[in-house]
């Protein structure tokens, strides 16, 4: 099936839904965080209901939308599909855009140990957390666009549709399984080049990124944590762009349910930032997401005709991330034995 709502005819939606997320993104910084300061757990739950209220409220109006446009749609009307069915596809089309959202903001607790480990290795005061992080967001948005365009032209080949699902079973069963490793910044590409091209000063100047020494530009330790949550977020990209696809092949829902799942996951930082650790078993949660996701892609839609019912799809992945998080919080964590004692078989 075509796209529904082709870029050649929206795009003037995807121009005014831009400048609405950079007019947000500006009101956010220019205002509510003009000046520097320590984001509490009161004002990161504040802005995590703001930015969870407007993805809803972006959610049914583009079902509304739907139900209203696709009925009458002349290629739809061409096809010999009926009223009856182009509401449900309204209706299929509001789900997509929610469950990838709730994949995309699943995914995204991964870059909230990063955005930790890296604030942490650099001794970046919390003052200054929300600047890097806004700055990092916006980068994330011009990464991301980049790569759904790309994944867009890439989805039309049957046989990418098995490399993306092959790549995020793979991926899923690492997390399962494989051992972790404790990230080390310092050994990030990324930065080792931008200290090549950038002179770095070991201190801070406030909330600035650059100083003048000398007549010569330095960047300062908040550059070098910008630098390397920007390419940690390149990497995460590479999973969390297949797993919206595997959800749904329409570029407006991709693109739109990735910007709002990234735009909520700041406050989600500063919400989860203290406790995240307390949710030990939720990479298995997300593992199992990836796996599932990886299998819609590659196997279960071709099995069901096309497309995996989304509905299933949604109470999978819930099902898959609340047990998950039940089991963090209901499950003991083990106690080391003591010196000595060996533990039982």
Not at 165 to 186: C, N, R, S, V, Y
Request: aromatic fraction near 14%.
């Amino acid at each position: 099936m075509p796209a529904l709502f082709p870029f050649a005819d929206y795009w003037w939606f995807y121009a005014l839904f831009t400048l609405g997320v950079l007019g947000l993104l500006a009101l956010d910084l220019g205002v509510f965080h003009r000046q520097a300061h320590e984001v509490g757990v009161k004002e990161a739950l504040g802005w995590t209901v703001v930015w969870t209220t407007l993805s809803l409220l972006f959610c049914f109006a583009l079902w509304r939308y739907a139900e209203w446009k696709l009925p009458q749609d002349p290629r739809l009307l061409a096809a010999g599909m009926t009223a009856a069915a182009a509401s449900e596809l309204a209706d299929r089309t509001a789900l997509e855009f929610l469950t990838g959202y709730v994949v995309e903001l699943s995914l995204s607790v991964d870059n909230i140990f990063v955005f930790i480990v890296v604030f942490t290795f650099f001794g970046i005061p919390p003052q200054y957390q929300h600047r890097v992080l806004f700055y990092g967001i916006l980068g994330a948005l011009v990464f991301r666009v980049v790569f759904i365009a790309l994944g867009s032209v890439l989805m039309q080949f049957h046989w990418v549709i098995w490399v993306f699902g092959g790549f995020l079973i793979l991926t899923g069963l690492k997390i399962l399984f494989a051992p972790e490793k404790p990230m080390d910044p310092d050994k990030n590409p990324a930065l080792r080049l931008l200290r090549r091209l950038v002179p770095i000063v070991p201190r801070f100047e406030g909330q600035k990124f650059f100083v003048m020494e000398n007549g010569v530009r330095h960047g300062t330790p908040l550059l070098v944590a910008l630098a390397a949550i920007e390419a940690s977020d390149i990497i995460f990209a590479v999973d969390s762009v297949p797993a919206i696809f595997a959800i749904t092949n329409e570029p407006l829902v991709v693109f739109t349910s990735n910007v709002f799942a990234i735009l909520g996951l700041r406050s989600m930082f500063f919400l989860l930032a203290g406790v995240v650790h307390k949710f030990r078993y939720l990479k298995y949660g997300l593992g199992l997401v990836l796996v599932f996701v990886g299998l819609k892609m590659a196997w279960l839609n071709d099995l069901f005709g096309g497309k995996f019912p989304i509905t299933w799809s949604l109470a999978i992945i819930g099902a898959l991330l609340g047990a998950a998080v039940a089991a963090s919080l209901l499950v003991p964590p083990r106690r080391p034995a003591p010196a000595g004692v060996a533990p039982a078989a």
